[in-house]
């Protein structure tokens, strides 16, 4: 009986030779661009082979001579958003390379929303996609060139970019669902928060209602990954506080 650990592994998605695509067929290309357009107006749930040959005018089984499942597709796709445009240049500081590099990761994540919940998991492995990781780890490797503590600062700018798209996403979806704008919202829940600040029972929530200044997306955007920029420069190698903190064996 033969093995199974000794079979070839299938080939993976970025591995493949695509068939040409027979007469009047939709190219893979296409059908790649039409799946990101069905996710980004609906939703991935919205997202099928049938509804994509549907709206190429296609056999649903055509489809499948090129693409042969839906998580094939949405790794496609994946590599198709981290494709679209080209990253930005790298200026040797650290500091601005990484902002643009989070900068430019921000706008395509709103550019597709469905995006960040993909990435989140196990890493994009196609050309694109490895293109704009290597071109994170350069960036960082400007500050250090220990690439252990360059890979985990890349993470950090990562994380702190899908958590605050995350953000801006779900304020965006709030107005969907209820159709009132952040402002219509507030004006409707300000008399309940009037209340709560007369009761005097939150006095630090008031002190932010009535006194601090409210950023936009892009400010607060910003600063926010200014302070991730300022911890990475504290930790890195040569500083007074230098590394990746482990714990210590117990």
């Given at each position: 009986m033969t093995d199974p650990a000794q079979q070839p592994s299938p080939p993976l998605v970025w591995q493949k030779d695509r068939p040409t695509p027979r007469r009047q067929a939709p190219s893979v290309e296409r059908i790649v661009q039409r799946a990101l357009a069905i996710a980004d107006a609906e939703g991935l749930p919205a997202l099928s082979m049938r509804r994509i040959a549907t709206d190429l005018r296609s056999g649903t089984a055509s489809l499948y001579r090129y693409v042969t499942s839906r998580d094939e597709l949405l790794d496609l796709m994946v590599d198709?958003?981290?494709?679209?445009?080209?990253?930005?240049?790298?200026?040797?500081?650290?500091?601005?390379?990484?902002?643009?590099?989070?900068?430019?990761?921000?706008?395509?994540?709103?550019?597709?929303?469905?995006?960040?919940?993909?990435?989140?998991?196990?890493?994009?492995?196609?050309?694109?996609?490895?293109?704009?990781?290597?071109?994170?780890?350069?960036?960082?490797?400007?500050?250090?060139?220990?690439?252990?503590?360059?890979?985990?600062?890349?993470?950090?700018?990562?994380?702190?970019?899908?958590g605050t798209v995350a953000q801006e996403l779900a304020e965006l979806r709030a107005q969907q669902r209820t159709g009132l704008t952040e402002d219509e919202w507030r004006a409707g829940v300000g008399p309940y928060i009037r209340q709560v600040i007369d009761s005097g029972d939150y006095p630090q929530f008031a002190r932010r209602v009535r006194d601090a200044e409210d950023l936009t997306p892009e400010e607060q955007f910003a600063f926010g990954l200014a302070c991730v920029l300022d911890g990475i420069a504290a930790r890195a190698p040569g500083t007074a506080r230098s590394g990746l903190s482990r714990p210590e064996p117990t």
């Open positions: 198709a958003a981290q494709g679209e445009t080209d990253p930005p240049a790298l200026t040797g500081d650290w500091r601005t390379d990484l902002t643009g590099i989070a900068a430019d990761a921000r706008a395509t994540l709103l550019r597709h929303p469905w995006l960040g919940s993909e990435l989140t998991g196990r890493p994009a492995l196609g050309a694109n996609s490895l293109r704009r990781y290597d071109l994170a780890l350069a960036a960082a490797s400007s500050l250090t060139a220990d690439i252990t503590f360059a890979s985990h600062a890349v993470d950090a700018v990562t994380a702190y970019v899908f």
